[in-house]
């Protein structure tokens, strides 16, 4: 519908001359926002963006420099201790020389051959 600059609609808030009035009608359009948190809610929550999905909220969360940071420490600790284990188990393995540098794959394909060589010895 197409309305000219002479016919102003009262139906539409930009129709209307007095701020006043605007700003009442958009207050009662709005729901009024709870002063305390409810039960089960906590003073965390952002009442800025009330409408974010799990996701999102998890999606910001782990965009802050604090959480990145401690993802971080947390996957330098697991990969250290990843390779301590590969370390321990390429001191039980038999290899010439004994220092040989050997790749992660390699360790576990040596160690499989090793445990089938035990296997078969202990069925002798």
Sequence with gaps: MMLSPDQPDVDLPWGQPDTETLLNSIKMEC???????AEGE?????????????EEKRRRRRATAKYRSAHATRERIRVEAFNVGFAELRKLLPTL????KL??????????????????????
């Design 31 to 37: 729901a009024p926002l709870p002063a305390e948190p």
């Design 42 to 54: 906590g003073k965390a929550r952002s009442l800025s963006i009330p409408s974010l999905s799990r």
């Design 97 to 100: 020389p004994p220092d040989k």
């Design 103 to 124: 790749s992660k794959i390699e360790i576990l394909r040596l160690a499989i051959c090793y445990i089938t060589y035990l296997n078969h010895v202990l069925d002798v």
